[in-house]
């Protein structure tokens, strides 16, 4: 089963909005940062956007900068992806992950920096 849970998936026309939701799905854990990929069909998995949980450093994609927002509520546990002005090519399956540890051995944007996942939620942008 999937450490954490995403919400808010779904169609969407061009230039629409929608906001994702990220949760643990049981007891909670601390975590030094989360993150957003996403997998179109047949494609590898990508970096979106990340954010650490203290200090609130946020990074994206040049894909998504001043069209997506990361931010996180340690009252609820929970990060939160804003999506504006969507585009087709943002249709995609879209996870949540959360490195536990804080290494540093790779960078926020390597998807090697996570240990818990979400199971995924589809976006669907159209024309």
């Known amino acids: 089963q999937a450490q954490l849970v995403e919400s808010g998936g779904g169609l969407v026309q061009a230039g629409g909005s929608l906001r994702l939701s990220c949760a643990p799905s049981g007891r909670p854990f601390g975590t030094y940062a989360w993150a957003w990929f996403r997998q179109e069909s047949g494609k590898e998995r990508e970096f979106v956007a990340a954010?650490?949980?203290?200090?609130?450093?946020?990074d994206y994609a040049d894909s998504v900068k001043g069209r997506f927002t990361i931010s996180r509520d340690p009252a609820k546990d929970t990060v939160t992806l804003q999506m504006n002005n969507l585009k087709p090519e943002d249709t995609a399956v879209y996870y949540c992950?959360?490195?536990?540890?804080?290494?540093?051995?790779?960078?926020?944007?390597?998807?090697?920096?996570?240990?818990?996942w979400g199971q995924g939620t589809q976006v669907l942008v159209s024309s």
């Open positions: 992950a959360a490195d536990p540890y804080g290494r540093r051995t790779y960078s926020l944007r390597d998807v090697r920096s996570y240990e818990y």
């Open positions: 954010i650490t949980w203290r200090a609130g450093n946020k």
